[in-house]
Each structure stands twice: as structure tokens, then as C-alpha cells.
């Protein structure tokens, strides 16, 4: 079973730092691009960042760039978003996603992980 696991979620302070992790269970991830997407209640799901299967390219939400940081380890299977600076309105469930090779809209992805809450609160 093709599977996406999400960690690294939980409870940080406002200027604090978490880094969540994106692991493939049952494929890997070489071949695939993999993007965040966040959710906060009420609101729509947004694109956060993606990253493309050889990790060349990436791109990032205007408000967020210079605070996110997208990577891949290919190796272990494994996405990570590094997010630093955190403010409350980043609170929301982060989810990750994965298509073939490159980036594209949040329609256009093949598979979705279960998302993992990050609370930004003092």
C-alpha cells in the first residue's frame, strides 16, 4: 500500500522553529515531486512549498519564502520542510503530497498523507 506519513507537527512558541518530515511507505520517492499544503479551520488548504523529483527545483508561497525551506533526501525517502520564524497564522494541519516528477496544482497530486498539526501559540 502507497503510503505518505507526515511528522514533526506540534506545539511551538511565536519566532520558534519546527522541521516536519514527509516519508514514503510502500514506493519511493525519487521519481515523484512533493509539495505542503496547510489548512488552518475555517480557511481553505493552500499551497506551502513543493519540491521537484530531482530536488532542482522548488518554489514556496510569496508569504513564506525566507522562512520556509523545502528539501528531499532521496536516499531515505524522505521530504523534510524546515519553517522558522513561526507566527500564529501558521498554525494549521500540514499536509504533504506527491506527483509524478514535477510540481503542479493542488488537483494534480496522486497521493496525500494523513497531515500532521502544527500549533504556533504562547
Known amino acids: 500500500q502507497l503510503q505518505l506519513v507526515e511528522s514533526g507537527g506540534g506545539l511551538v512558541q511565536p519566532g520558534g522553529s519546527l522541521r516536519l518530515s514527509c516519508a514514503a511507505s510502500?514506493?519511493?520517492?525519487?521519481?515523484?515531486?512533493i509539495a505542503w499544503f496547510r489548512q488552518a479551520p475555517g480557511k481553505e488548504r493552500e499551497g506551502v512549498s513543493c519540491i521537484s523529483s530531482s530536488g532542482g527545483t522548488t518554489n514556496y508561497a510569496g508569504s513564506l519564502k525566507g522562512r520556509f525551506t523545502i528539501s528531499r533526501d532521496n536516499a531515505k525517502s524522505t521530504v523534510y520542510l524546515q519553517m522558522n520564524s513561526l507566527k500564529p497564522e501558521d498554525t494549521a494541519v500540514y499536509y504533504c503530497?506527491?506527483?509524478?516528477?514535477?510540481?503542479?496544482?493542488?488537483?494534480?497530486?496522486?497521493?496525500w498523507g494523513q497531515g500532521t498539526q502544527v500549533t504556533v501559540s504562547s
Open positions: 503530497a506527491a506527483r509524478r516528477w514535477v510540481c503542479g496544482g493542488p488537483g494534480n497530486y496522486d497521493y
Open positions: 510502500g514506493f519511493t520517492l525519487d521519481a515523484y515531486a
